[in-house]
Antibody
């Protein structure tokens, strides 16, 4: 059974940084992985995707230049380094598996950007 | 950016009745679309991918259709556990985008 467990969320001041992690289990192949977020009261927003071996990355314009997606396949872990955080980055961040459509999701981790 | 527009915003349906959800893309996405069910406090759940392929373990009462710019999700006989927000998504072009969601309520 595929399991994805996010961690690393919390309260951070505007301009601060945070690194999210997503520990994956239940599958052996290196699948593409994605971060999707949901701001309070809003819908789902695609944030970033990384391919299976980590050499191709894609970002939403809203986070380009501030967020970096990466992965460590030896640890089955996906990361999202978030810098220069803004109030509008406040959201639950989900990690999801697969390319294009997302067959498995984690429960999410809450990031709150506030002074 | 491809904009995905869902209608209606809210749908109220009696148990056992049919629910029809629509999603329109601002340009053709061929069949590169998916549908998700999302309940508060839970992980989103993939229902349909490639416009009409039911995901593993999804009940047969969920079906998807369409291609190009018009897509439909049908719940043939609504159950109480189907109360949720439903999102469509396109993965034809970057950035991948979601619709704003349709909230399905049980009447």
């Amino acid at each position: 059974e595929v399991q994805l467990l996010e961690s690393g969320g919390g309260l951070v001041q505007p301009g601060g940084s945070l690194r999210l992690s997503c520990a994956a289990s239940g599958f052996t192949r290196s699948y593409a992985m994605t971060w999707v977020r949901q701001a309070p009261g809003k819908g789902l927003e695609w944030v970033s995707t990384i391919n299976g071996n980590g050499d191709s990355t894609y970002y939403a314009d809203s986070v380009k230049g501030r967020f970096t997606i990466s992965r460590d396949n030896s640890k089955n872990t996906l990361y999202l380094q978030m810098n220069s955080l803004r109030a509008e980055d406040t959201a639950v961040y989900f990690c999801a598996k697969d390319w294009g459509w997302f067959g498995s999701w984690g429960q999410g981790t809450l990031v709150t950007v506030s002074s | 950016e491809i904009v995905m527009t869902q209608s209606p915003a809210t749908l109220s349906v009696s148990p056992g009745e049919r629910a029809t959800l629509s999603c329109r893309a601002s340009q053709s996405v061929r069949s590169y679309s998916a549908w998700y069910q999302h309940k508060p406090g839970q992980a989103p759940r993939l229902l349909i991918y490639d416009a009409s392929t039911r995901a593993s373990g999804i009940p047969a009462r969920f079906s998807g259709s369409g291609s190009g710019t018009e897509f439909t999700l049908i719940i043939s006989s609504l159950q109480s556990e189907d109360s949720a927000v439903y999102y469509c998504q396109q993965y034809k072009n970057w950035p991948w985008t979601f619709g704003q969601g349709t909230k399905v309520e049980i009447k």
